[in-house]
């Protein structure tokens, strides 16, 4: 069972560009969570979607992100019109089922590290 | 807002030393995670404590947690440097809408 899967693992992108990161969960996995990880720091929550829905995009920036999982495929992280700010380490995990759920488990991929110069 | 914060952020040790990682946080929690990242890497699962005195022990490492001080602690025995690396812990909440809030992490640097 291959775990949480991330593509690409480093991404290059000039300012103005758009990024597309995406994550594969592991199978059997319907929940993903997108994290972000700036340099030296802990990693901030974005965004929660399960198949077809987004349940809670409170991490998001408002803007020039968006983040998808659809019913075939990966789940997309897309971020338009980059700039140097967006530089940063994004992960993806993925659970089998709920977070609040007492045994479910979080497991992470690892990561795209994005470059925006 | 639920906030988390460890403590040192920065630990050098001398194998064989044993020393404690604190983490703290502001509200009631449900769960606690402690996981390990070494640097250019995903973050892998350590420990989750699910309630009040939970004690896990793998190897060295050793978690606690204690809901009441809202103070969970990872206690590390007779370093080895292959420990050398970024430990965070994480905490989430069944009303957070299932996500989890990470401390700042803490760098451990073991010396031969």
């Known amino acids: 069972n291959a775990g949480v899967m991330q593509n690409p693992r480093h991404l290059v992108r000039r300012r103005g560009q758009e990024a597309r990161l995406r994550c594969s969960p592991m199978?059997?996995?319907?929940?993903v969570y997108w994290y972000r990880q700036l340099p030296e720091e802990g990693l901030k929550f974005m965004v929660y979607?399960?198949?077809?829905?987004?349940?809670?995009e409170s991490g998001m920036p408002k803007e020039r992100f968006s983040a998808e999982f659809p019913k075939e495929g990966p789940s997309i992280l897309r971020i338009q019109q980059v700039v140097r700010g967006d530089s940063a380490a994004y992960f993806c995990?993925?659970?089998?089922?709920?977070?609040?759920?007492?045994?479910?488990?979080?497991?992470f991929g690892q990561g795209t590290r994005l470059t925006v110069v | 807002e639920l906030k988390v914060e460890q403590n040192p952020l920065f630990l050098s040790m001398q194998e064989g030393k044993n020393y404690t990682i604190y983490c703290n946080y502001s509200?009631?929690?449900?769960?606690l995670y402690w996981y390990r990242q070494d640097p250019g890497k995903s973050l892998e699962s350590l420990f989750v404590?699910?309630?009040?005195?939970a004690v896990k022990q793998e190897g060295r490492l050793m978690a606690s947690l204690d809901t009441k001080a809202r103070l969970s602690t990872l206690h590390i025995t007779a370093a080895v440097h292959d420990l050398s690396a970024t430990y965070f812990c994480a905490v989430d909440r069944e009303t957070s809408g299932s996500r989890l809030t990470f401390g700042e992490g803490t760098q451990l640097t073991v010396n031969p």
């Open positions: 509200t009631t929690s449900d769960r």
């Open positions: 979607l399960q198949k077809e829905n987004i349940i809670d």
């Open positions: 995990a993925s659970s089998e089922l709920r977070f609040m759920w007492t045994n479910t488990e979080a497991f």
């Open positions: 199978k059997g996995h319907s929940h």
């Open positions: 404590l699910l309630s009040n005195g």
